[in-house]
């Protein structure tokens, strides 16, 4: 079991940046790959970025690729997500969720219904 707390939302302009951190409790958080995702109002859950199970593996969907680095500590059982250039189209409520297939598997997928464990959420807001 692994519960899933993120922070680091808000509010900011259109260029700018944000570092959303996912805090995650018990002691077999090495063997879950992490990954982020975002849910607009009226649209459905969208895959963001997975980080494997070291951290030196890292997949992103094409709307965030060159903008966003997602990144853990496994020491400190800690998931971020840098979020630079953003945009208006980014505003979403933004989750971490933990996957406990192997890493091919889930980035061949990247399907939402494959994690096993979500946070609660944290509200991104790009004004233009």
């Known amino acids: 079991q692994v519960q899933l707390v993120e922070s680091g939302g808000g509010l900011v302009q259109a260029g700018g940046s944000l570092r959303l951190s996912c805090a995650a409790s018990g002691r077999t958080f090495s063997s879950y790959v992490m990954g982020w995702f975002r849910q607009a109002p009226g649209k459905e859950r969208e895959f963001v970025a997975a980080?494997?199970?070291?951290?030196?593996?890292?997949n992103y969907a094409d709307s965030v690729k060159g903008r966003f680095t997602g990144s853990r500590d496994n020491a400190k059982n800690m998931v971020y997500l840098q979020m630079n250039s953003l945009k208006p189209e980014d505003t979403a409520v933004y989750y971490c969720?933990?996957?406990?297939?192997?890493?091919?598997?889930?980035?061949?997928?990247?399907?939402?219904?494959?994690?096993?464990?979500w946070g609660q959420g944290t509200q991104v807001t790009v004004s233009s």
């Open positions: 980080i494997n199970r070291s951290g030196d593996g890292t």
């Open positions: 969720a933990a996957n406990r297939n192997p890493w091919t598997e889930v980035i061949s997928k990247l399907e939402s219904r494959s994690y096993d464990f």
